[in-house]
């Protein structure tokens, strides 16, 4: 009969090892690793050869160690007892968490204040002695502010006596990592030293650009992208990130998913180093961690995660689920989950994508720093962390998707109204679209450039309302444009049929917007183009199907009309442009598509290709 996983250890794996791995070896201390029983030092050379950068801690090398399936048994059979601890109720209430069906209390004033009066019994009773009673007697004011206690009392779910003692946790790591100079203070880039801020950049911890099916901000952890030179600067850089994602009340209410994604190339290089520590701020941190998703194919994480599971409480590990396979498979187990694979920051080779965490990391450099320029703006009160799925985005090489889509569905059916409308209707009609997509949750931002510190980089303001209004204006002139184009061209074709002139009356002459297939076209119509195709290459590589490559090029069709460009071509044998139908249009840009590809290949193909072309 096999024992709890609290005590039983892998077959192959000595108990002592196993507690040396899940106390001292992995805390990132500087240690000195105790040989296993038995064992000569050059047989335990394996153990320690892989220290931190800078501290040189010892570590328990999971790769040298001989595993088998019993690993993974064991930590699975640590979550069904945990399961099994919990009655029916909890453990339905945990499995409507994970899933992102459980109901949200809803709050009130009486509620909270009465919440509020039970946390301070309970902080009364266990602040003595504690960083939280050195908080509160610098800056009462901010201890005791309604703001910062909701975020435990979220994260708790109400629960006044599990708040009270996770805000002493907080209290006590928060004194640990940065001193009682910045205990009753709001953590920013700015209070981390240079390697901390290295830490946050570097892409390892991301809080993702979308939420999961249930709206619930995703924080994505690649572990072959730890780097850091001592681990205290990785902790401090952590506690930075979780407590920015904390900020947003919906994301305090709703709670956030983990996924640590281990698979292939983004498996743990670093074999655990600090692991318990890391746990540690995880859970001193006001989050609600409703779901933790380990996807891994290294069945070393396993014992890795023995350790975690065993400093974390019941409840919480009844939310971890385990993902073992390949990256197809973990991530179709991920969206079992709510969580799709577009979400997730990979390339098409599954190589880890860093263009939105680093856009986000600009845009807190820009809100908690100092800016030289802004280029188009006098002002950065108005930044924004990051776009909404339904905002209506403006500026170059962007994905029109979500609130753009909206505000072109909404100017085509205001649109005849609007070209026959007064002035004053128009500014009625313009109105009428700025609040029906305010109203769903959207905004309008704008795309602009940054430049601090010799780095430039790109970052979103929120619109005026007045600059607004002028968009939406443009927007319905842009609409016209196109209509009006094709009922002068079919004029025209009618004139010529009544007077009984060859069809070549149908051709046009070609328009800067214009987009003109042919050899070495330098067209605006032809660079905007290109543009888009840049933009939006890889959300085409990533599509699945051809329904969605097709929506994705008849988005740049669209686009390019919309505008009031056309696309035009030469029939054989005459110097003349002609409109081509939309089908066609599209087609040329999946080609397009398809062409931007090829730079991606392996030398290899692209030089067998060569070689067929000739």
Known sequence: MRTSPLTSVASHVSERQVRFALGNGLRGQSTTMNKPDGADSTQCSSWHNRPSPANGTSVLRL??????????????????????????????????????????????????QRL??????????LKAGTAYEAAESTDSAYAKGMDFRLLFLRCNR???????????????????LFGKAKLVQD????????DDREVVRNGHLQVLQGCDQSGRRIILEFPALRSFKTLMNELRARFYIYMDAA????????????????????????????????????????????????????????????????IAPVKLRTRFKLHHGSHMECQYRLTTYGIPRELLPLTEGDEAILEYHLSWYN??????????YVRGTESSNDQIDEPRLL???????????????????????????????????????????????????????????????????????????????????????????????????????????????PSASVFVEPGPNDVLFGRKRSNTGNKRVRQLVGALSDDYDSATTKVRKRQIANSVVEEIQNTGGRFLMQPDGTDRWEEVPNEFARNKIIKHFQNQRRPRKSSASVGSSQESNS
Request: glycine share 6%; charged share 30%.
């Open 247 to 310: 900020k947003s009340p919906d994301t305090q209410r709703k709670g956030v998913v983990m996924v640590t994604y281990g698979v292939g190339t983004l498996r743990e290089r670093l074999r655990g180093i600090g692991f318990v520590e890391i746990s540690k701020v995880a859970l001193s941190v006001p989050l609600h961690f409703a779901g933790i998703h380990l996807a891994t194919d290294d069945l070393g994480h396993y014992v890795l995660l023995k350790g975690v599971l065993a």
């Open 391 to 501: 905002d209506v985005l403006f500026g170059k090489r962007i994905n029109r998707d979500g609130g753009n889509r909206t505000l072109r569905s909404h100017v085509q059916a205001h649109s005849m109204e609007y070209e026959c409308a007064n002035k004053t209707r128009k500014l009625e009609l313009v109105e009428q679209v700025i609040n029906d997509i305010q109203s769903s949750g959207g905004r309008f931002l704008v795309q602009e450039v940054v430049i601090r510190d010799d780095t430039t980089f790109t970052t979103w303001r929120l619109l005026r309302l007045d600059e607004v209004r002028g968009k939406i204006h443009q927007a319905f002139r842009n609409h016209r444009r196109p209509r009006v184009a094709l009922q002068e061209q079919v004029a025209t074709i009618a004139a010529a049929a009544s007077k009984g002139t």
């Open 158 to 176: 109400y629960d006044p006596q599990a708040s009270a003692a996770h805000l002493i946790k907080f209290m006590d790591a928060k004194l640990k």
């Open 63 to 112: 790769d040298e160690v001989e595993y088998d399936q019993d690993a993974k048994e064991e930590v699975d059979l640590l979550l069904a007892e945990s399961m099994a601890a919990l009655s029916f109720q909890e453990r339905q209430l945990e499995q409507e968490e994970l899933h992102g069906v459980r109901p949200q209390l809803s709050e009130d004033m009486e509620m909270i």
């Open 116 to 125: 509020a009066n039970e946390l301070d019994i309970h902080l009364n009773r």
């Open 187 to 194: 953590i920013t880039l700015r209070d981390l030293g240079e």
């Open 363 to 372: 845009s807190r450099l820009l809100e908690e720093g100092s800016v030289a």
